[in-house]
């Protein structure tokens, strides 16, 4: 039903919202292949690490592989980590299960599970079985800090900074005014805080924000 490719440069971070709903969040040098067929929906982490925020669908299971790992959620949140020994994954919601080998499908059933707070670490290509912790809250924050990082911009063209919260944000901003793009803009911003910006950018310019909903923010220049 589709295969595509991802990729990140290094300091760099990609949200993409997969077809079926789920949310797929690439940290700085990641590269990942989506492949989704009718009868389930897996994903290939060739290098770095990636967020999931599942799309719950039980009879359309969702995998991560990493070399010769597998992680396997039905509706739930976690990460995975690839370096050149092992595969790291945390638990930010629901529970998952981790196989290995090179028949990682059919060792599902009986493929140990990972509970929301809890971070595996798989040695590549070992029988060993995964060294799993609890960690407590601040470091799960510290963990996942990288979902978050700051937007830089140095006179940067507001059309393009409107791209930049719009890769990261529920909240969509809109350029009502063609001119109004070229407004230059610098700063640091956190990528999340989307009214934040609006109400900087509006006190500082002749730009009128108009809530068109809960999920837009047309941006126009102040009419004499």
Do not use: C
């Amino acid at each position: 039903m589709g295969n595509q490719s991802y990729a990140t440069t290094a300091g760099g971070y990609q949200r993409v919202v997969l077809s079926d709903g789920s949310v797929m969040e690439l940290n700085a040098a990641t590269i990942v292949r989506v492949l989704y067929r009718a009868e389930e929906r897996r994903v290939h982490l060739e290098q770095g690490e990636a967020h999931f925020t599942v799309a719950k669908n039980a009879a359309r299971p969702f995998w991560v592989e990493a070399k010769d790992v597998a992680v396997r959620a039905v509706g739930t949140a976690f990460s995975v980590r690839l370096d050149l020994r092992a595969v790291e994954v945390l638990v930010t919601e629901g529970r998952v299960r981790i196989s290995q080998g090179t028949e990682l499908a059919k060792q599902d059933a009986t493929a140990p599970e990972l509970w929301q707070g809890q971070k595996a670490v798989v040695a590549l290509h070992s029988p060993a079985s995964p060294q799993v912790v609890v960690l407590p809250a601040s470091e799960l924050r510290d963990a996942l800090a990288w979902q978050n990082p700051p937007l830089i911009f140095a006179d940067t063209p507001l059309r393009d900074v409107v791209q930049q919260f719009n890769r990261r944000n529920r909240v969509q901003l809109e350029i009502g005014d063609a001119e109004l793009g070229a407004l230059l803009v610098g700063g640091s911003f956190r990528a999340e805080n989307v009214t934040a910006f609006v109400r900087l950018l509006v006190s500082e310019n002749d730009v009128v924000a108009d809530y068109a909903d809960a999920e837009r923010i047309v941006l126009r220049k102040v009419r004499p």
